[in-house]
């Protein structure tokens, strides 16, 4: 296995990124049209990096920031479009997360279900997911932070840090980074005590609380654009991986 860890070019990664999550650098193989007989991974092999380019401390921003925020329950996924091309790092296929909305925090008139885009597949069908946002499966339920995708009728995570799922004893599972600050802030909640927050958050008389944390201009700067130093760590696995030392497969695992 390789010790360079993988990482996104900035192109790319703008366009599957959750919501303007990461600007990277480097490039990776990734995945066109579908073609007859070709398979997709059943779960993701490796963790892709990148910079975010906006990132909240606290809820008070994720809240602040967020067009739409719902609870919801994962009721299907399939297989989602593809982006990209060569010339930008290559060409990856998303997952389409299909919501089934329980309560609608923000914007009261989304429709009660959702079509959510996660990250992905490459050009062997071998699956990553991006950064600490493990890949939905059918059953999760929580609370999710949106922006709209550029996808019609689609929608993606607000960022990298905009998903609390529920766990069995009640509390939740962030796809924050554990050491982030955001973590530290809400990571002790369990998911009644995440609701009401977030709805007292958003009554009129406490908008004041509220924080806007604005993206940067489309354009990446240069410090952004440059290689990131290696800190000679390996190329972490999703914890559901089957961490054995291989490389990710080049013929993968379902069908």
Same mark, same amino acid.
């Given at each position: 296995?390789?010790?360079?860890?993988?990482?996104?070019?900035?192109?790319?990664?703008?366009?599957?990124?959750?919501?303007?999550?990461?600007?990277?650098?480097?490039?990776?193989?990734?995945?066109?049209?579908?073609?007859?007989?070709?398979?997709?991974?059943?779960?993701?092999?490796?963790?892709?990096?990148?910079?975010?380019?906006?990132?909240?401390?606290?809820?008070?921003?994720?809240?602040?920031?967020?067009?739409?925020?719902?609870?919801?329950?994962?009721?299907?996924?399939?297989?989602?479009?593809?982006?990209?091309?060569?010339?930008?790092?290559?060409?990856?296929?998303?997952?389409?997360?299909?919501?089934?909305?329980?309560?609608?925090?923000?914007?009261?008139?989304?429709?009660?279900?959702?079509?959510?885009?996660?990250?992905?597949?490459?050009?062997?069908?071998?699956?990553?997911?991006?950064?600490?946002?493990?890949?939905?499966?059918?059953?999760?339920?929580?609370?999710?932070?949106?922006?709209?995708?550029?996808?019609?009728?689609?929608?993606?995570?607000?960022?990298?840090?905009?998903?609390?799922?529920?766990?069995?004893?009640?509390?939740?599972?962030?796809?924050?980074?554990?050491?982030?600050?955001?973590?530290?802030?809400?990571?002790?909640?369990?998911?009644?005590?995440?609701?009401?927050?977030?709805?007292?958050?958003?009554? $009129?008389?406490?908008? &004041?609380?509220?924080?806007?944390? %604005? +993206? @940067?201009? #489309?354009? /990446?700067?240069?410090?952004?654009?440059?290689?990131?130093?290696?800190?000679?760590?390996?190329? $972490?696995?999703?914890? &559901?991986?089957?961490?054995?030392? %291989? +490389? @990710?497969? #080049?013929? /993968?695992?379902?069908?």
């Amino acid at each position: 296995m390789s010790t360079n860890r993988s990482k996104l070019s900035w192109r790319t990664a703008a366009a599957v990124a959750a919501a303007s999550a990461v600007i990277g650098v480097g490039a990776w193989s990734a995945f066109g049209e579908e073609s007859p007989g070709s398979r997709l991974d059943a779960r993701a092999e490796r963790i892709m990096h990148g910079r975010e380019t906006i990132e909240f401390a606290n809820l008070e921003q994720l809240v602040g920031s967020t067009p739409y925020i719902v609870k919801a329950t994962v009721t299907d996924i399939q297989p989602g479009r593809s982006t990209g091309d060569e010339d930008s790092g290559g060409v990856e296929q998303a997952r389409d997360v299909t919501l089934s909305v329980e309560t609608s925090y923000k914007k009261a008139l989304l429709p009660s279900t959702l079509v959510v885009e996660e990250w992905g597949w490459d050009e062997d069908g071998a699956g990553y997911q991006v950064e600490n946002v493990a890949w939905s499966k059918i059953g999760d339920e929580g609370y999710y932070f949106l922006t709209r995708s550029t996808t019609a009728g689609h929608y993606k995570l607000v960022n990298t840090q905009g998903r609390a799922l529920e766990t069995s004893d009640g509390f939740l599972k962030l796809s924050a980074d554990p050491e982030s600050e955001l973590t530290a802030a809400i990571g002790w909640m369990d998911s009644l005590d995440f609701g009401l927050q977030i709805r007292y958050l958003l009554q $009129p008389e406490n908008s &004041d609380q509220l924080e806007t944390v %604005s +993206e @940067p201009p #489309a354009a /990446p700067s240069a410090s952004q654009t440059e290689p990131a130093a290696d800190d000679g760590s390996e190329e $972490p696995y999703p914890d &559901d991986s089957v961490d054995d030392g %291989s +490389e @990710p497969s #080049a013929s /993968p695992t379902s069908g």
